[in-house]
DNA sequence: GTGAAAGCGCTAACAG
DNA sequence: CTGTTAGCGCTTTCAC
């Protein structure tokens, strides 16, 4: 079923049924457009979005990238991009670097990296897409990276070049919210698990922890400040390098909920007990992180809402050469749970 | 950079440009083809595969149609997906119909979600996909919801149209392993939470299940068994029931580990012990399970295997018109971990 | 072996 | 307002 057919059928010609296909009104008379439209209702016709592409250059096509299609935020970050997609008649293409598994210890080798990302890229093209959604891993900087002659913006990543778009999330304020209310509540005795110092989210989430003591006049106690690579055991370890220490702790701020898991086990192990001895904020809300035992108390990032605000930052570039917005930073809440009930019982609301 | 342009700079007819680009050696003499290439290569040349696919109205573009991109083992799938995408020259595209936002409390309307099916279908047909692989969210039985003439390939969900191509996962076998396992280890004292009753995943577990009594001489206690909808809750309260009625209870085969976490909380409330009191077998290996205090024993699913066979099933759909593999069913393997020690410490295989 | 040319389904001048 | 027409980049038949 073509634009030929419907134009018989209806005894026009192709040319008045793409007007009215795309609702050029003023081209086309009131009664010959219903009557089209009519016809292309009944015979369900769907138009060729790929002539259609081909013929405007023009795509509607989003195509994404992503460094590990299997991380677990990534999921929810798509569904985020189709969620703006399919209400805005674009639809999306999916490219996996697979990077997890394709280079592993290469991980820093960014001369392969930059091969996988410009064949990828590359490919995506000559799918017609219109523009790139790339979808990092978060922790690497991925700096010009990306060289293609469509528009790209940038998800869950970060990169220092200002004309970048890039979308992502509030790591700072968030944390210095969390630690102000742990200091008021513990005062010295809270302790953090900072994650790699490589990661740009790690820097920005002790950054705001750092704030929130300077605000209160206090000094974070170096032994009470350990530091993982946001695996599970690094959480474990980290912990007990602070119980070790003798310093009362009362609680921590981890830096992820990995860590978090691992620290409580490790204050499980203790005989001490969460969150009764001491407490614990985890940070991301990992899918299971709510039926833990203890729950986890935890920072909720906006995934999908950050996959729905790149696609419409896409799409504006898209549509209109160009974006206001260049760096959409997103809020994130602290979700309460057991691991540390709010003060009170009553759950305020903490929110970036 | 265009095929014309090629040609151009080569000196031939666009013709021949396209012979080389598809391999047509028998058309091209050695030497032009030779000559050719290295243009192609020198400027980089991507063809356009939408034009490509416009004339020769068939496509290497794969329609991905998830009933819920959120679910976690949708982008785990995926991955299996565009790995043998990317392998083998196609594309993916995706479609998400959100299910779980959209229709909720409708989940059974059965027309909505005809209807909701049958426009993503073909918008996805719009965008000239070659075939569909359907993502089930696993429960239900999908049998001729998808109206549409090309291909399609079921994967993670079940149809009961024998002519429809679908992959999955043994449910059956794997279960009937483990609590042969279980009853020889533990006799009369095993204990089952099943799924839901409409549950077609869940009922293969259970006939599994049975098969094991059957083959034992035994006879499953009815107050030995509960049952629950997947949730964590649910898990709990049909421990509950469990525990409560008396009878002697040293391990419990919990069909999906949430409902596992769920009942090992209850056990834990209870003052009792996992896996020294009572031990637990989950199912799904979901990516927290390993990080779960006790950690989950659990059955793993070969999930981007599911993925990637569905890819190469539909593959062989588009290149030969049919295929001999109607029902992929792929092996499943027991995880041993904490909640569930191997007997003796070793670490046998159970794998289906 | 190679090339000219028709046309996949659609858009957008341009002419009427 | 409506129709004619020339392509978008590519494949493929048919002639040379």
Redesign the interface.
Same mark, same amino acid.
């Given at each position: 079923m073509t634009l030929k057919d419907i134009a018989a059928m209806a005894g026009v010609s192709v040319a008045t049924v793409s007007y009215v296909l795309n609702n050029k009104d003023h081209k086309v008379s009131a009664e010959v457009a219903a009557r089209v439209r009519s016809i292309m209702r009944d015979v369900?016709y /769907?138009?060729?979005?790929?002539?259609k592409?081909?013929r405007s250059s023009k795509?509607r $096509?989003i195509g994404v990238l992503t460094e590990d299609? @299997?991380v677990?935020q990534?999921? =929810?970050i &798509? /569904?985020g991009i189709?969620?703006y997609a %399919?209400s805005s008649g674009y639809?999306?293409? &999916? @490219?996996?670097l697979?990077m997890k598994a394709k280079i592993q210890s290469y991980y820093d080798d960014i001369y392969q990296y930059r091969e996988l990302i410009d064949t990828a890229a590359?490919?995506l093209?000559?799918?017609?897409v219109g523009g790139i959604i790339f979808l990092g891993m978060h922790d690497r900087n991925i700096n010009g990276l990306i060289q293609t002659d469509i528009p790209v913006v940038y998800a869950y990543c970060s990169t220092s070049q200002a004309e970048d778009v890039q979308v992502g999330y509030d790591n700072r304020e968030i944390s210095r919210k969390i630690v102000s209310m742990l200091l008021e509540r513990f005062g010295e005795a809270v302790g953090i698990i900072d994650g790699p110092i490589q990661s740009a989210p790690a820097r920005l989430r002790m950054a705001g922890a750092e704030e929130a003591y300077a605000q209160a006049g206090m000094l974070m106690n170096p032994r009470l400040r350990g530091s993982g690579n946001w695996e599970?055991e690094s959480g474990s370890r980290a912990c007990k390098g602070m119980l070790d220490s003798g310093y009362p702790l009362k609680a921590i701020y981890v830096l992820n909920d !990995?860590m978090a898991?691992?620290a $409580?086990?490790e204050i499980?192990k203790r005989g001490l007990r969460v969150p009764e001895d001491i407490q614990i904020v985890g940070f991301d809300d990992?899918? !299971? @992180? %709510? =039926?833990?035992?203890p729950s986890l108390t935890t920072v909720r990032v906006p995934l %999908?809402e950050i996959g729905y605000e790149a696609a419409a930052a896409l799409a504006e570039l898209l549509e209109n050469g160009e974006t206001q917005k260049r760096l959409i930073c997103l809020g994130c809440e602290l979700i309460w749970r057991e691991s540390c009930p709010p003060p009170e019982g009553l759950p305020i609301v903490i929110r970036s």
């Amino acid at each position: 079923m073509t634009l030929k057919d419907i134009a018989a059928m209806a005894g026009v010609s192709v040319a008045t049924v793409s007007y009215v296909l795309n609702n050029k009104d003023h081209k086309v008379s009131a009664e010959v457009a219903a009557r089209v439209r009519s016809i292309m209702r009944d015979v369900n016709y /769907q138009p060729n979005t790929v002539a259609k592409s081909l013929r405007s250059s023009k795509s509607r $096509i989003i195509g994404v990238l992503t460094e590990d299609l @299997s991380v677990w935020q990534a999921s =929810y970050i &798509i /569904q985020g991009i189709t969620h703006y997609a %399919e209400s805005s008649g674009y639809s999306v293409v &999916i @490219s996996d670097l697979a990077m997890k598994a394709k280079i592993q210890s290469y991980y820093d080798d960014i001369y392969q990296y930059r091969e996988l990302i410009d064949t990828a890229a590359a490919k995506l093209k000559s799918n017609q897409v219109g523009g790139i959604i790339f979808l990092g891993m978060h922790d690497r900087n991925i700096n010009g990276l990306i060289q293609t002659d469509i528009p790209v913006v940038y998800a869950y990543c970060s990169t220092s070049q200002a004309e970048d778009v890039q979308v992502g999330y509030d790591n700072r304020e968030i944390s210095r919210k969390i630690v102000s209310m742990l200091l008021e509540r513990f005062g010295e005795a809270v302790g953090i698990i900072d994650g790699p110092i490589q990661s740009a989210p790690a820097r920005l989430r002790m950054a705001g922890a750092e704030e929130a003591y300077a605000q209160a006049g206090m000094l974070m106690n170096p032994r009470l400040r350990g530091s993982g690579n946001w695996e599970y055991e690094s959480g474990s370890r980290a912990c007990k390098g602070m119980l070790d220490s003798g310093y009362p702790l009362k609680a921590i701020y981890v830096l992820n909920d !990995l860590m978090a898991l691992g620290a $409580i086990r490790e204050i499980q192990k203790r005989g001490l007990r969460v969150p009764e001895d001491i407490q614990i904020v985890g940070f991301d809300d990992m899918s !299971l @992180s %709510e =039926y833990v035992n203890p729950s986890l108390t935890t920072v909720r990032v906006p995934l %999908e809402e950050i996959g729905y605000e790149a696609a419409a930052a896409l799409a504006e570039l898209l549509e209109n050469g160009e974006t206001q917005k260049r760096l959409i930073c997103l809020g994130c809440e602290l979700i309460w749970r057991e691991s540390c009930p709010p003060p009170e019982g009553l759950p305020i609301v903490i929110r970036s």
